[in-house]
Antibody, heavy 125, light 108 residues
Framework: QVQLVESGGGVVQPGGSLRLSCAAS????????MHWVRQAPGKGLEWVAFIRYNGINKYYADSVKGRFTISRDTSKNTVYLQMNSLRPEDTAVYYCAKDAGCTSTVCYFFYFDSWGQGTLVTVSS | DIQVTQSPSSLSASVGDRVTITCRAS??????LNWYQQKPGKAPKLLIY???SLQSGVPSRFSGSGSGTDFTLTISSLQPEDFATYYC??????????FGQGTRLEIK
């Protein structure tokens, strides 16, 4: 079955960096787009970043553009989120999600059919 | 950016009730609208995609409808396991993908 396992979260000071990883299994990773979504404590869901199956097309939320970078390594079935210049408002649980509607053959509807368990990032001095 | 607004923000209902949650987009999004369920401490779970398509494995008491700017998620007969927070999500205009603010469904 599909499994997504995030890691790399922790406590970091404002201005610091962190790299999150999401290890995927149970599906042809190289064929699917992937996303990162975050949820601040007690708040709703916020989409963060998208990467197409080929690793070329990438999109970001305005709140993280220029500070975060999404990437993927097909040989390791892993998607990453490099987070630089972290701010207290970046404190959240970060989820990776598989996009069932955007594949290597068709990218029409976007919908997240599988999610990881999340990893907590806390930005605090 | 396209905004999506859910109503109500919270809702109290009883087991067996029929419940409807509404999502309104700030402009037409065709049927690019998904619904998720989230329980405390857990990741969201996909219920409905493309406005009305039931995700595999999701009970048939969940249904979605709508197109353009107005959408609904209906639970035909509430079960104890349905008490959770529900989010709509628009994917018509990317970036960004936007979520509604959530509807918390509580036991009456």
């Amino acid at each position: 079955q599909v499994q997504l396992v995030e890691s790399g979260g922790g406590v970091v000071q404002p201005g610091g960096s962190l790299r999150l990883s999401c290890a995927a299994s149970g599906f042809p990773f190289s064929s699917y787009a992937m996303h990162w979504v975050r949820q601040a404590p007690g708040k709703g869901l916020e989409w963060v970043a998208f990467i197409r199956y080929n690793g070329i097309n990438k999109y970001y939320a305005d709140s993280v553009k220029g500070r975060f970078t999404i990437s993927r390594d097909t040989s390791k079935n892993t998607v990453y989120l490099q987070m630089n210049s972290l701010r207290p408002e970046d404190t959240a649980v970060y989820y990776c999600a598989k996009d069932a509607g955007c594949t290597s053959t068709v990218c029409y509807f976007f919908y997240f059919d599988s999610w990881g368990q999340g990893t907590l990032v806390t930005v605090s001095s | 950016d396209i905004q999506v607004t859910q109503s109500p923000s919270s809702l109290s209902a009883s087991v067996g009730d029929r419940v409807t949650i509404t999502c309104r987009a700030s402009q037409s999004i065709s049927t690019y609208l998904n619904w998720y369920q989230q329980k405390p401490g857990k990741a969201p779970k996909l219920l409905i995609y493309a406005a009305s398509s039931l995700q595999s494995g999701v009970p048939s008491r969940f249904s979605g409808s709508g197109s353009g700017t107005d959408f609904t998620l209906t639970i035909s007969s509430l079960q104890p396991e349905d008490f959770a927070t529900y989010y709509c999500q628009q994917t018509y205009s990317i970036p960004p993908i936007t979520f509604g603010q959530g509807t918390r469904l509580e036991i009456k």
